[in-house]
């Protein structure tokens, strides 16, 4: 499904500040693989994502997405493929723009001078009654008055509205309130769920990270250091984890934000 | 003053109104929509009044409408290009072609700076022979600039709302989430911008085919009035369906020349056009900016009163 063949990045390379954000990284998923995916500040999991997705070009090795070598490809041409959420509900959605319109892009049916079809219009409102937040009757408002956890909602069901190959979501739900928080991942679970779609998912949660999906990787220094199987996530608690950790890096978990939850 | 002159006033004032809301229109889409200033829109406005002109002058009207907007979407694809392609920050690509514009109007008009056409066949013209027996002939200037409004509205609110049209605002409002949407942003940028100029270089050719002449003058300062025309147009009517906004678009056009027309009406000379308009602008663009700003200010007052009072009420203790 996804394979990621020995891939580097180094950013700012050859001045004081080089960082080897990616290094000689390799790993290869199964289709309807769920992944989250743990680590320190500054592991190198959002430049990860970022590799995937095509925000840059890896100095080395490769990325294989169902066979097809996307290496080169130009970001916007993987987002075909490939859904991906930030952190930051902002960045997913255009905000001057209504509900409809915003579903209507990432959509992307159609040819150029296509308009939408009633059909599509009623398609979208369904797929938004399934949120339960009354977004279905507020197709033409701008997105820009909807709240953080709606927008990410939203977000969400716009990513995997065309049936993406690949879900990237990076710490999706960190900057949502606990409640929208724990809404937004129960809506995670149940789409990624329902459609079997292939999934990474980066979190600060240690308790999330071990009980959702059948897979967790733990990163440092731009390397997977630990990736536990299905099994293995099932015995572990949060305090074998944090050992765990310790003893692959030579260090502490340090995420400012993992202390706080 | 009679009736008949007021109204003949009127009507020029809203002619103008409506031609100049085309330039309006244009950057509705590139300055609203896309969120680039182009200031490339005065060279791209001379530029569709002189190929006009000489289009016009040797004797197809009608086929001047069609080489004016090629020409304006010809020079929106190099300000766009320059932008996309080339490296070049998106203001100084527009002052580039804007400054390189200069020469080719020039050129266009056979090395003079002035066209003349009287006494050729003009757009205006033709609307008039076509209404010779009706009692509309008093209006046919205003009817060509309300049929070319007309189809351009008509024509915006169908594009805006495609899958081209959408992503064409979504890059203005968040180039990231279009790309998400695996369409590229370069690409839409310059189909916005080669849309948006072409509906300049119109502008540029109903306006000399109305006066009669193209200049190498006539339009500078054309960006700041257009730009003065749609932030008077986004204040009455900024918000709604994209029709509406475009419909607000040409209000504040013709506002514009009305409020002007009255300016003129009690003596302002007609050179400070330019000064008004620069003024308008600077106070649409700063009266939000300052309003938020306001409350820092007074707090800032009040805050500095209360430290020189109490430090009054320390000294009378001491004394």
């Known amino acids: 499904m996804l394979k990621v063949e020995s891939i580097s990045k180094t950013f700012h390379p050859g001045t004081p500040d080089a960082k080897k954000a990616l290094d000689n990284l390799s790993f290869s998923l199964e289709a309807g693989d769920f992944v989250t995916i743990i680590g320190s500040n500054g592991a190198g999991k959002s430049t990860l994502f970022g590799a995937i997705s095509g925000d840059f070009l890896t100095d080395q090795g490769a990325v294989y997405l169902d066979g097809k070598d996307i290496t080169f490809d130009l970001a916007h041409k993987r987002a075909k493929y490939i859904g991906r959420l930030f952190q930051d509900p902002m960045k997913g959605t255009a905000p001057g723009m209504s509900i409809e319109d915003n579903m209507a892009l990432a959509l992307g049916k159609g040819g150029w001078l296509s308009h939408l079809t009633k059909g599509e219009k009623q398609d979208f409102r369904d797929a938004l009654s399934v949120l339960d937040m009354g977004l279905e009757q507020r197709m033409k408002q701008p997105v820009g008055l909807l709240s953080g956890g709606q927008r990410q909602a939203l977000t969400l069901m716009m990513a995997t509205m065309s049936n993406p190959k690949l879900l990237l979501l990076d710490e999706h739900t960190a900057a949502l309130d606990p409640a929208t928080a724990s809404k937004v991942l129960q809506i995670t679970k149940d789409v990624v769920g329902k459609r079997a779609i292939t999934t990474l998912m980066i979190t600060h949660n240690m308790k999330d990270a071990l009980s959702i999906g059948n897979r967790t990787f733990m990163m440092e220094s731009g390397k997977i250091v630990l990736d536990l199987d299905k099994e293995q996530k099932k015995t572990m608690t949060v305090a074998d984890l944090l050992e765990q950790f310790k003893r692959q890096a030579g260090k502490e978990l340090d995420n400012d934000r993992m202390l706080f939850s | ?319």
């Open chain 2, 1 to 319: 003053m009679s009736v008949a002159v007021i109204l003949n006033l009127l009507q020029t004032a809203l002619t103008l109104g409506l031609i100049c809301s085309l330039t309006v229109l244009a950057l509705f889409l590139s300055y609203s929509m896309l969120n680039v200033c182009d200031l490339s829109t005065d060279g791209c406005f001379t530029l569709g009044a002189t190929t006009a002109a000489m289009v016009v002058l040797s004797g197809h009207p009608y086929l001047a409408i069609v080489a004016a907007m090629g020409a304006g979407a010809m020079s929106g694809f190099v300000t766009a290009f320059l932008q996309t392609k080339m490296g070049v920050d998106s203001l100084l690509s527009g002052i580039i072609v804007n400054t390189g514009l200069y020469s080719v109007n020039i050129a266009i008009m056979k090395g003079a700076s002035i066209v003349n056409l009287n006494g050729t066949d003009t757009v205006f013209s033709g609307m008039r022979s076509i209404l010779k027996e009706s009692s509309l002939l008093r209006y046919s200037d205003l009817l060509v600039g309300l049929i070319f409004v007309a189809l351009i509205i008509v024509f915006l609110a169908t594009f805006l709302s495609t899958k081209l049209g959408r992503a064409i605002r979504a890059t203005g409002n968040n180039p990231e989430m279009v790309k998400a949407s695996s369409i590229n942003p370069v690409f839409t940028t310059i189909v916005g911008l080669v849309v948006a100029n072409s509906f300049t270089g119109l502008s540029g050719c109903l306006l000399s085919q109305m006066q009669k002449s193209a200049n190498i003058d006539i339009g500078t300062g054309m960006l700041t009035i257009a730009l003065a025309s749609l932030l008077i147009g986004s204040t009455f009517m900024g918000k709604g369906s994209i029709a509406k906004r475009a419909v607000g678009m040409v209000v504040g056009s013709v506002i514009f020349r009305l409020v002007y027309m009255v300016a003129l009406r009690f003596h302002m000379p007609a050179f400070m056009l330019k000064l008004v308009s620069s003024v308008i602008v600077v106070i649409a663009i700063s009266t939000p900016y300052l309003k938020q700003r306001y409350p820092m200010l007074m707090r800032r007052l009040s805050h500095k009163k209360e430290i020189t009072r109490r430090m009054e009420k320390e000294g009378e203790k001491n004394a």
